[in-house]
């Protein structure tokens, strides 16, 4: 046990920031046991010292000036601002200074977390990032190491928590999107600004984190499609329970073999997967990851994927590791690309459909949109026809094919003068087809 | 990146061992990456030299000298064999000749991990032990470390897939328990003896490490309050399932207020839980684990918990990070007993009963078996009579007691004349009463 603290600075204090004011002061007898040594708070940046916060900050600790608190000697610095500036620049300066890092930045991870893991390297420091996604959740540690002596195949999950919220809200109420938006919002699941979350970056930027550990390759956001919830219909929700179903968005990261050898697919977008599957009773603002591998099978990992405190919870986690790496002299796991995959575009990777089409009810207008499928080699798993009036709906759900080949298929059905409207297209998953 | 190899001594080459071997071989060039060193088997110690086994192991490398193995100077030391002995002396000598350890061996750890860990503090050496409980599920390392900063108030698991594919046999089928047994031993989910499953040892035992790891106290076998499922009948079963809920042996761990202060509380038994719960959906040989902690809130863990590939791949996920520490000449995190709570005993730990009573059909049974609770100052949460005849059968659910009292209550009610039989007696879980 060492008597010298281990000195840590907090960057921000607002809902996370606030938690881990706490639980630093109440859990500080087991932090020095499990740490080894005495965990000091010796202060807190903050944008503006008279602002409203969870928690009291200590006398003293509270400072506009985090460029000068990053710089000042600390042994751990943790960042709990999000977003790209100033938190990156704060960063790479704390890592400069000798300082490791435990993050909760997302966004900034995996717009430039090359950048962040070569400074760490350079200074020879931890750069943890646990809560970065799905909140408490224990994922990025059992991929890095629990795993480590597995190949995973596929990380399926979902990780974002205000738009599980919506899509459940959709489900169980066969409310529209905007109404449940705006419940979500007036809730407090959903921000003023919905857009990170409802357009799918905020789940894009963890697809990319989870590829990269999963599958030892750099996978940066904009490596990942991405398509929000914003245009999912009360129409598509009940289709899907038509089909036993449901909506979910999820973040998909595959080891897919590619052209030139096995490649990474990371997609973010809404799919139906069946309600049997286990992700499908992940409820409200929960998150789940389901990870595939070799080994060890198909695991889940399930729990409170945001929230100040059980964020803060994940962020205590990787200091506890980090701060016993200091009192060792030594690192943690660091990033690892050795595998250095390439990136599947959308179009190359494969899916399935499902389209629900208002056509005339006529005979010959099956086998017409049957055909309309077969142009582009793309085999039909299910028809289901129903008959309405002069209309008929069609359902059509595909075998995998690649996504280039299904969204031309539905490009083309739009275009037959028999089919009056395409009113659903959604991607299928979770299901052994 | 080293050039000079880790290298590896494997100690039994069972179904466990054997998928160890197959996973060094075909993964070794990403186990050299992640380790940064080649990870090199140099023997395998077996019983018998000519037993048929699930894998070729190479030329020169079976040995039943399993002693001079441990003692010819390899870096780590995996132990597969499961048992007390020799598994003990092995480990214990592979640790003074200076190797780490990666074990599987959960009795052994549960019956006398002071042991092992002292030697490992002596010796300076890693002693890790992933795959002893619930096999693939990533459980120990999120215990130990990802919650590191957290105040883990339970964990809740079914850790045991033999009891959990006979108990899923039983509710689904409606088969009793000799029935359920005969088939999960048909199509290889039990073993020929087997009482270490059923009758609760081996959850036993898998309970008493995460108790010690959630609660940072020495916890053993012996501590563990355990109650198998051989009593369990199909009439308990069916009775679970007038309440909505589902049989299942659960490992439940808490950190509870003792007569003198935190205190922890470790048991396994049979018990009723609501179909609603996540733990309810656990199918066949399935393993999960809940875990609550103060910060993250609920967590679930989710997986295989058993068979040659999934514990071979804890195993690997512990090879790398006990090679890596080699490497960089330290150690990962070590047993921890800080906290050194007392162990509440079964009596004493506040559960709740549903018991089923047959009882003559006349006025004032229901008045006269209320007043055996009450005489215990146990509280009834609900009751439901229905009339059969001559008989009815009252169905009772208490609100939380201590067993000792709700153990009484049992014991007194089949002395009463008016009860004809006590037909079904079960702890009910995990629902917020």
Redesign the interface.
Known sequence: MSATPVRVALLGCGSVGS?VVR?LRE?SA??E??VGAPVELVGVAVRRLDARREVEVPEGLLTTDAAGLVASGVDVVVEVIGGIEPARSLILSALEHGASVVTANKALLAEDGATLFAAADKAGRDLYF?ASVAG???IL??LR???????VRRVLGIVNGTTNFILDKMDTSGAGFTEALEEAQALGYAEADPTADVEGFDAAAKAAILASLAF?TRVVATDVHREGISEVSAADVASARQMGSVVKLLAICDLVEGPDGPAVSARVHPAMIPRSH?LA?VREAYNAVFVE????????????GA?G??T??????????VA?NRL?D??G?GE?T??DLGVLPMGATTTRYHVAIDVEDKAGVLAAVAQEFAKQDVSIQTVRQQGRGEDAQLVVVSHRATDEALSATVAALREMSEVREVTSVMRVEGDSE
Chains 1, 2 share one sequence.
Do not use: K, N, W
């Not at 803060?312 to 590791?321: C, F, K, P, Q």
């Open positions: 938690q639980l859990q087991d932090l046991a499990r646990e408490a959740i224990p540690r059992p190491e629990s795993l480590a002596g597995d190949r030892h286990p009773s591998s070799d080994a060890a099978g198909q695991l889940m990992f399930y729990g409170p929230g405190s059980p803060a919870s994940a962020v205590l986690g990787d200091l506890v590791t016993r060792q030594v690192r796991v690892s050795y595998a």
